[in-house]
């Protein structure tokens, strides 16, 4: 069995806890509930005992009393809110009244479901990240794994790794484990899955599969969920805040100022709950346009099962949050047309939780805004229910939409992929006669793709492989990881700059130096042509790189040489989003890779669905060949594993925004301008051969 690898933070910080844990829980054994914080500090000092029996004790109690300790404060806070309402006559002793009684009602609540010592549950900012990370997950996976009990190892890895995508040692772990026996794809789940996404999910797969009766339940369901979601999310808030502008021991507000204070804390808080329940876990923004989408796929889910009264109710509900929305309207008006064709009521109107919903967020925003102009701090409305078409993800809108209104049905509304062509072209002439276009976009079953042959020669392939053997560095462009995407091959690359550093140095020809500048530039060029661009491409990077396969590692091998991902943003797989964000470079715009040679097995370049698993393209890499594509969510790919030989390819990643220029590249620029210049003065002044 191959070795997994598992990267686990030291644990001297957890020194001094277990050292005061058992002092601790004896100071608290009035509690009826153990502190979270306490369990995983056990839990961890667990891991690094090898004690994998009571990790997975502590951590799982851990996490229970986590969920145990968040849902007692929800229903320890509505409760008391019911109980003691705000008088509406508004008179400072009502009011205060009712705040000391509504604090009295939590002290006695909280205390009788949690224990007498509430101080014992206050938990330090770096667990409460860790807990907001899911990284109890990562030590679970491994303790059940090491238990041999691999489904609940699979569920825990895959927790875990959905929240942190980025986490590559994970990534192959869960590779692993869908390989072993007794493993199924059911033992994938995610073990904190929110129940309004995951039917909102669900919701638009049945949606896209044309099941529209399973689709309006999981949709009706999502709606559910998320009331009950905002709930908890909105009580919530009424927590501790901080006044990060203030030190602490040099603010004295007056009364106002400090109920003031306090209250705007608290209500940009649940203003943005719309933000946090449209956020997937380990992003940092949010699905667009989330909440207004349920009533839009509802609208024209009922009226394909013919509940014509239905389809109006959510299309009236959808224009709630996009008054005036053309194609709602005209689907409004062609509702209306059917029901009265059969002499049926018309005099539908939204559903009054979304009215209820929408109003308060609008009368929020405007006390908001009114202490923004009159207080110190400062507030500005992000819409989270843009309708734009500004992320590049054909899922986050109805599927296969038309624009206009038919004659027997609704439009639905235009699908993002071809409001993004509209903009988008593609099939320019290639500025060079040896290069050939091969296959476009729609051979290669995708958007803003091509393959073309000939930008290199033969011998132009051998010059820059030869270079790449002296110039290239393991680990190149990846902080020096020796084997950056897998421990099964041996990664090594070389910018442009480096290479003619090398070749005025003399310690490799300079032509090939030269060479690597002068074919990165005709790429550039040619995608440039090809798509048609109305401004210029500059380089991003540009990257020359080697991946050879490392002898006697290459049996069994479940794992890529370059996992899937989107070079401008980052893959979810779950929710069929490409997140722009940080860390992805989202200043990308188009990508080639041109191939050096083809003498090795594996290492296919890949395209892919959003789901990272559906191939839709594939190229084998040859001599002068090279892909190009944008850089968006729209092409997923990566790298098969090369499993014998090295593949040697040009990197290049372009921009359309000059202030993201590859630096490298301006010094290349320079040293290209010096070579020229000394070329020039040599034939000026040929120099004296005597």
């Given at each position: 069995?191959r070795?997994?690898?598992f990267n686990?933070p030291q644990c001297?910080?957890?020194?001094?806890?277990?050292?005061?844990?058992?002092?601790l829980?004896l100071c608290?054994?009035?509690?009826?509930?153990?502190?979270?914080?306490?369990?995983?500090?056990?839990?961890?000092?667990?891991?690094?005992?090898?004690d994998?029996?009571?990790?997975v004790?502590?951590?799982?109690?851990?996490?229970?009393?986590?969920?145990?300790l968040?849902q007692t404060?929800v229903?320890c806070?509505?409760?008391?809110?019911?109980?003691h309402?705000?008088?509406?006559?508004?008179?400072d002793l009502?009011?205060?009244s009712?705040?000391?009684k509504?604090?009295?009602c939590l002290?006695?609540?909280?205390?009788?479901?949690v224990g007498?010592?509430?101080?014992?549950?206050?938990?330090?900012?770096d667990v409460?990240?860790?807990?907001s990370r899911?990284?109890?997950?990562?030590?679970l996976?491994?303790?059940?794994?090491?238990?041999?009990?691999?489904?609940?190892?699979s569920?825990?890895?895959?927790t875990?790794?959905?929240?942190?995508?980025?986490?590559?040692?994970?990534w192959q772990?869960l590779?692993h484990y869908?390989?072993?026996?007794?493993?199924q794809?059911?033992?994938?789940?995610?073990?904190?899955?929110?129940?309004h996404?995951q039917?909102?999910t669900?919701?638009?797969?049945?949606?896209?599969?044309?099941?529209?009766?399973?689709?309006?339940?999981f949709?009706?369901?999502?709606?559910?969920?998320y009331?009950?979601?905002?709930?908890?999310?909105r009580v919530?808030?009424?927590?501790?805040?901080?006044?990060?502008?203030?030190?602490?021991l040099?603010?004295?507000?007056?009364?106002?100022?400090?109920i003031s204070?306090?209250?705007?804390?608290?209500?940009i808080?649940?203003?943005e709950?719309?933000?946090?329940?449209a956020?997937?876990?380990?992003?940092?923004?949010p699905?667009?346009?989330?909440l207004?989408l349920?009533?839009?796929?509802l609208?024209?889910?009922?009226?394909?099962v013919?509940?014509?009264?239905?389809a109006?109710?959510c299309?009236?509900?959808y224009?709630?949050f996009?008054?005036g929305?053309?194609f709602i309207?005209?689907n409004?008006?062609f509702?209306?047309e059917?029901?009265?064709?059969?002499?049926r009521?018309?005099?539908?109107?939204?559903?009054?939780?979304a009215?209820?919903y929408v109003?308060?967020?609008?009368?929020?925003?405007k006390?908001?805004?009114?202490?923004?102009?009159?207080l110190d701090?400062?507030?500005?409305?992000?819409?989270?229910?843009s309708?734009?078409f500004?992320r590049?993800?054909?899922n986050?809108v109805?599927?296969?939409?038309?624009?206009?209104?038919?004659?027997?049905?609704?439009?639905?509304?235009?699908?993002?992929a071809?409001?993004?062509?509209?903009?988008l072209?593609?099939?320019?002439?290639?500025?060079y006669?040896?290069?050939?276009i091969?296959?476009?976009s729609?051979?290669?079953?995708?958007?803003q793709r091509?393959?073309?042959?000939?930008?290199?020669s033969?011998?132009?392939c051998r010059d820059?492989k030869?270079?790449?053997?002296t110039?290239?560095m393991?680990?190149?462009g990846?902080?020096g990881?020796?084997?950056?995407?897998t421990?099964?091959?041996?990664?090594?690359?070389?910018t442009?700059?480096?290479?003619l550093?090398?070749?005025?140095?003399g310690?490799i020809?300079?032509?090939?130096?030269?060479l690597?500048y002068?074919v990165?530039?005709k790429?550039?060029?040619?995608?440039e042509s090809?798509?048609?661009?109305?401004?210029t491409?500059?380089?991003?990077?540009?990257h020359?790189?080697c991946?050879?396969?490392?002898q006697?590692?290459?049996?069994?091998?479940?794992?890529?040489?370059?996992?899937?991902h989107?070079?401008?943003?980052?893959?979810?797989?779950?929710?069929y989003?490409?997140?722009?964000?940080?860390?992805?470079?989202?200043?990308?715009?188009?990508?080639a890779?041109l191939?050096l040679?083809?003498?090795?097995?594996?290492?296919?370049?890949?395209?892919?669905?959003?789901?990272?698993?559906t191939v839709?393209a594939s190229?084998?890499?040859n001599?002068?060949r090279?892909?190009?594509?944008?850089s968006?969510?729209e092409?997923?790919?990566?790298v098969?594993?090369?499993?014998?030989?090295?593949?040697?390819?040009?990197?290049m990643w372009?921009?359309?925004?000059?202030?993201?220029?590859e630096l490298?590249?301006?010094?290349?620029d320079?040293v290209?301008?010096t070579?020229?210049?000394?070329?020039?003065?040599?034939?000026?002044?040929?120099?004296?051969?005597?």
């Amino acid at each position: 069995m191959r070795k997994m690898d598992f990267n686990f933070p030291q644990c001297t910080i957890f020194v001094w806890i277990s050292v005061l844990l058992q002092t601790l829980l004896l100071c608290s054994t009035a509690a009826s509930l153990e502190p979270y914080d306490l369990l995983y500090a056990s839990g961890v000092e667990a891991f690094y005992r090898h004690d994998y029996e009571n990790v997975v004790l502590y951590m799982e109690k851990a996490l229970a009393s986590y969920t145990e300790l968040r849902q007692t404060k929800v229903q320890c806070r509505l409760g008391c809110n019911d109980q003691h309402p705000f008088d509406a006559s508004f008179s400072d002793l009502a009011f205060f009244s009712a705040v000391l009684k509504r604090a009295a009602c939590l002290n006695e609540c909280m205390e009788s479901k949690v224990g007498q010592q509430l101080s014992v549950h206050l938990v330090s900012g770096d667990v409460v990240q860790d807990f907001s990370r899911r990284v109890p997950y990562n030590y679970l996976q491994l303790a059940y794994y090491k238990l041999n009990q691999l489904d609940k190892a699979s569920a825990a890895a895959h927790t875990f790794f959905l929240a942190n995508p980025e986490h590559m040692e994970m990534w192959q772990n869960l590779e692993h484990y869908k390989l072993l026996e007794g493993v199924q794809e059911s033992h994938f789940q995610d073990r904190e899955a929110w129940p309004h996404q995951q039917a909102f999910t669900s919701g638009v797969k049945h949606y896209d599969a044309g099941d529209y009766e399973k689709a309006i339940s999981f949709f009706e369901e999502a709606l559910l969920e998320y009331g009950n979601a905002d709930v908890e999310c909105r009580v919530l808030c009424e927590g501790p805040q901080k006044f990060e502008e203030h030190e602490y021991l040099d603010y004295y507000p007056s009364l106002y100022k400090a109920i003031s204070d306090h209250y705007t804390q608290i209500l940009i808080c649940k203003h943005e709950c719309v933000r946090d329940l449209a956020t997937r876990p380990g992003r940092l923004s949010p699905m667009e346009n989330y909440l207004p989408l349920h009533y839009d796929y509802l609208q024209y889910s009922y009226f394909k099962v013919n509940k014509i009264e239905k389809a109006l109710e959510c299309a009236w509900t959808y224009l709630l949050f996009h008054e005036g929305d053309e194609f709602i309207t005209d689907n409004i008006e062609f509702y209306k047309e059917a029901l009265a064709e059969n002499n049926r009521p018309q005099d539908i109107r939204p559903r009054q939780d979304a009215e209820r919903y929408v109003r308060r967020h609008q009368q929020e925003l405007k006390v908001l805004l009114v202490g923004s102009d009159n207080l110190d701090f400062v507030y500005s409305e992000q819409n989270y229910w843009s309708a734009t078409f500004s992320r590049e993800d054909i899922n986050r809108v109805p599927s296969g939409t038309a624009i206009g209104v038919l004659s027997s049905s609704p439009s639905e509304k235009r699908t993002l992929a071809s409001e993004t062509d509209a903009g988008l072209r593609e099939g320019g002439p290639v500025p060079y006669d040896e290069v050939q276009i091969v296959l476009g976009s729609k051979a290669l079953n995708g958007s803003q793709r091509v393959l073309l042959d000939g930008v290199l020669s033969e011998q132009e392939c051998r010059d820059l492989k030869s270079a790449a053997q002296t110039i290239t560095m393991a680990g190149d462009g990846y902080s020096g990881k020796m084997s950056p995407h897998t421990p099964n091959e041996k990664f090594e690359g070389a910018t442009v700059l480096k290479a003619l550093q090398y070749g005025y140095d003399g310690r490799i020809p300079l032509k090939s130096a030269q060479l690597f500048y002068e074919v990165s530039e005709k790429a550039r060029r040619t995608i440039e042509s090809y798509f048609m661009l109305n401004s210029t491409l500059y380089f991003s990077y540009t990257h020359l790189v080697c991946r050879t396969a490392i002898q006697g590692q290459q049996s069994h091998r479940n794992d890529l040489s370059h996992p899937i991902h989107a070079d401008n943003c980052l893959l979810d797989t779950e929710a069929y989003e490409c997140w722009k964000e940080p860390p992805a470079y989202t200043y990308r715009d188009y990508s080639a890779i041109l191939y050096l040679n083809g003498d090795f097995d594996g290492g296919e370049f890949i395209f892919t669905e959003m789901d990272a698993k559906t191939v839709t393209a594939s190229v084998k890499p040859n001599c002068g060949r090279m892909v190009g594509f944008s850089s968006g969510g729209e092409n997923p790919h990566g790298v098969k594993a090369v499993t014998r030989g090295q593949r040697c390819a040009v990197a290049m990643w372009f921009t359309l925004d000059p202030l993201f220029r590859e630096l490298e590249r301006l010094q290349a620029d320079e040293v290209m301008q010096t070579l020229d210049d000394e070329h020039r003065m040599d034939i000026l002044n040929p120099r004296d051969e005597l």
